[in-house]
């Protein structure tokens, strides 16, 4: 046993061979190996029989670790750090959405979209601010909307500190039906919900008093009722400036007729009619034929109709059957080069066939 109470076999690293000191002093050309790099592979002393800690000394008192109260400390001010700034985050009205903009509401109900979002992602509770900035999510905002109505597009952008901003178009689930006598907004059943511009009626004072007169007039409007659809649409010239400008990109349907429609009449034009307008003036715009200014149809026949451009000399004759067939083949007529360009209209009702003049 050694005076450190180690036994003599423990005490072999002091006598350990350094390379760097029996180098001979002109070996500079050789590597050199820094001692740090060598692995000293301690040797284990032998287990003792009897159980004893061989090597320790028992003299030697263990030094207690002893509490840092500066770790402590700091840990607290950390901690401290964070919970106040997640309480100015989360907490301080300042953050609170305050103010909501809408855009591109035309036709859906405004305050049902406005308290869909209020009841659900900005009413606060009392311990948790749903309506925070930095809580709010955007993504789900403009899902639930989508959900509930019927859009093209949405798009929901927060504006820092407080502002909300939510940008929505709405899908076409309407269009404008006119007559001689007004302009009307048609829901998606065909129920009328706004009259844009009404003629005026004037009951002429011949007609109470003159049967001869009255004779004439029902004889004129037989004439003109009669007539077939290009000399109809001679006859009745539909101006996009009677109707309001928030509507103007709707479908524009109209027929020679002098009915005058009440609010809340019903059932002037059928869904399926009106999804099939919809349809052909989406669709033509998207394939590039053109963007339709009008479509003429006869009153009571409503398997076919006239699609007008305002920048084009033809026009399209058209039937509610097979939409899309009859947009490629108006495509394809145009895109061939070596047919000759039409001047007057382009008919695709009748099957495969293509007529033009």
């Known amino acids: 046993m050694t005076p450190g109470g180690k036994r003599p076999y423990l005490d072999f690293q002091k006598y350990k061979y350094d390379e760097n000191k029996r180098r001979p002093f002109f070996s500079f050309g050789k590597n050199k190996k820094s001692a740090k790099n060598l692995k000293?592979?301690?040797?284990?002393?032998?287990?003792?029989?009897?159980?004893?800690?061989?090597?320790?000394?028992?003299?030697?008192?263990?030094?207690?670790?002893?509490?840092?109260?500066?770790?402590?400390?700091?840990?607290?001010i950390v901690f401290g750090f964070f919970v106040a700034w997640f309480w100015t985050m989360f907490y301080l009205p300042f953050f609170d959405i305050k103010q909501v903009g809408y855009s591109g509401i035309k036709n859906l109900n405004e305050q049902e979209i406005k308290d869909l979002v209020f009841e659900r992602f900005l009413k606060s509770g009392k311990y948790w601010h749903k309506n925070n900035f930095f809580i709010l999510n955007t993504e789900k905002i403009a899902a639930d909307i989508s959900n509930n109505f019927e859009l093209n597009d949405i798009k929901v952008e927060k504006i820092f500190p407080n502002r909300l901003q939510i940008d929505i178009r709405e899908k076409k689930q309407s269009l404008i039906f006119c007559n001689m006598n007004g302009y009307y907004l048609l829901d998606h059943e065909g129920g009328v919900i706004k009259t844009f511009w009404q003629k005026e009626e004037i009951?002429?004072?011949?007609?109470?008093?003159?049967?001869?007169?009255?004779?004439?007039?029902?004889?004129?409007?037989?004439?003109?009722?009669?007539q077939p659809m290009l000399e109809e649409i001679k006859i009745l010239k539909p101006d996009r400036k009677k109707i309001d400008t928030e509507n103007l990109d709707l479908p524009l349907f109209c027929v020679v007729g002098e009915e005058r429609?009440?609010?809340?009449?019903?059932?002037?034009?059928?869904?399926?009619?009106?999804?099939?307008?919809?349809?052909?003036?989406?669709?033509?715009?998207?394939?590039?034929?053109?963007?339709?200014?009008?479509?003429?149809?006869?009153?009571?026949?409503?398997?076919?109709f006239e699609a007008h451009f305002g920048d084009k000399r033809w026009f399209l004759k058209l039937s509610t059957e097979n939409t899309f067939t009859q947009i490629q083949k108006i495509k394809a007529m145009l895109n061939d080069k070596e047919k000759i360009a039409p001047t007057e209209y382009i008919d695709v009702r009748f099957g495969d066939r293509v007529f033009w003049k």
Request: cysteine-free; aromatic content about 8%; glycine content about 6%.
């Open 40 to 76: 000293i592979f301690e040797s284990t002393s032998p287990p003792d029989p009897l159980g004893l800690n061989i090597g320790a000394n028992p003299f030697r008192k263990e030094v207690k670790k002893k509490i840092s109260y500066k770790k402590i400390f700091s840990g607290l």
């Open 203 to 226: 009951i002429p004072a011949e007609l109470s008093t003159s049967t001869t007169n009255t004779s004439t007039i029902e004889q004129t409007d037989s004439i003109t009722t009669t």
């Open 261 to 304: 429609l009440q609010k809340n009449q019903k059932n002037i034009l059928s869904t399926d009619f009106i999804n099939t307008i919809i349809d052909y003036q989406e669709n033509l715009e998207k394939e590039g034929i053109g963007i339709v200014s009008y479509f003429i149809g006869q009153t009571n026949q409503w398997n076919s």
